[in-house]
C-alpha cells in the first residue's frame, strides 16, 4: 500500500514545514496518504500533551478518549516501544510489541482505537537534539497492519524527519531571539521558558535584572522572595501539564524587595513563529522592575499632551512610582505648586486620577 515516489515527494518537502511549523498536521495528512493510511500524530517519547500535531482525522481520539482517560501516562506503545527505539529501532509496528492479536486487542488502548475505527500502528522514530520522537501513523482495520516491506519504506523517512527536526529547532530558535531582541529595543525584559521552565534565551535588559533578587540557578529563573518564587514554580508547574490550546495564566507575579520597590513578572504565550514542537518554547516572562529606572521621553510627552517642561518632569517622576510629595521634594518646589501642576496634567491628558495617568503614560514610553 506504500507508494514509494509519493512518499519521497512528500519528505522532500520537509523544508515548508520547518519555516512553517503550523503545517504539521497537513504533512502528516500527505504522509498518510503515501502509505495507505488514516491518521498520525507526533509524540514525545516522555512527554505526551494535548497540543501535539496531529492529522484532524484522528483528533477525535486524543480529544475525546486518548487525553482524558489518561491512556497518555500508560500508553502500552510507548511503554514497549521506546526502549526498542532507544536501542536503535527506527520502526515499531504492532508485530514488535506482541506476540499475537489477541494479546494486542486485550489491551486497553486498542480497545478505545477501535471505538474510532482505528487499529494497526507504525511509529517511525527520529530525533530532535537528545529527545527522542515518533511519527505515529494509524490504520483502520481495513487498511490492514503494516508488513516488512511497509516498514522498510518507511524507515527511508526517519533520518529526513531527524533532519526537519534538528532545523525547525534551529529556526524556531532564531524567530524567539528575534523576539526578546525585539522587546529590548523598546527597553523590555523578557526571559524565554520552556515547558518545564529552563530558560531558552533572554534579552539585554533581562540581564541587567538578574542579580541578588533574580537569578539563574540551573538554567532556571530562582527569585529570592520565597512567597515570589513559590508562585513562579506554580506557574512552571501549569505550563508542564497544560496544553498549548490553553491560555496562560495572568496574575502577575511580584518580588518583594528590602528598600526597593517590587519587580513584576507578567507570562505571555510564545507567538506562534516560535511555536517549533522540538524547540519547547512555551512562554516569555516579562520583567519590569518598579524601582524608577523606567525610560520615559519628557520631550514626548510634552509634545503628545502639550506639557510644559516643568509638567513633563513631574509627569515622569509620577510615572516611575513616586508620590506627588517625593516628586516635588526632588524637583525643590512648594507641594502646593506641584498639585496644581497635576491639576493641570490631569487637563492636558483627560484623566482624572494619579493610578489612570500612570496607565497613560506607560502606553506612550
Known sequence: MVDLHRLDDVTARLGDVVLDPTTWPSFMDEVCGAVGATGAAMLQSDIRTEDIPRSESISDYFTKTYFPHNLHLTDIRAARGVPLMHAGVDIITDADLFESEAEMLRDPLYATLGEFGLKWFAAIGFRAGPALWALSIQRSPKEGMFDADEVKALSRVSARLTEAATLSTVVGRSALSGITGALDLIQVAAIAVGRFGAVIGMNGQAEACLGHDLAIRNNRLTLLDRQANADLARLIDLLAHSSDLHPLPTSPIVVRRIDKRPIVIQMQPVPPAARSPFLGARAILLIRDLEGNAAFDQALL????????????????????????????????????????????????????????VALLHRVK
Open 302 to 357: 510634552a509634545a503628545a499632551f502639550e506639557l510644559t517642561p516643568a509638567q513633563a518632569r513631574l509627569a515622569t517622576r509620577l510615572a516611575r512610582g513616586d508620590s506627588v510629595e517625593a516628586a516635588a521634594q526632588e524637583a525643590g518646589i512648594a507641594l502646593a505648586t506641584a498639585r496644581n501642576q497635576l491639576k493641570t496634567i490631569f487637563q492636558k491628558t483627560g484623566t482624572h486620577r494619579q493610578a489612570e495617568l
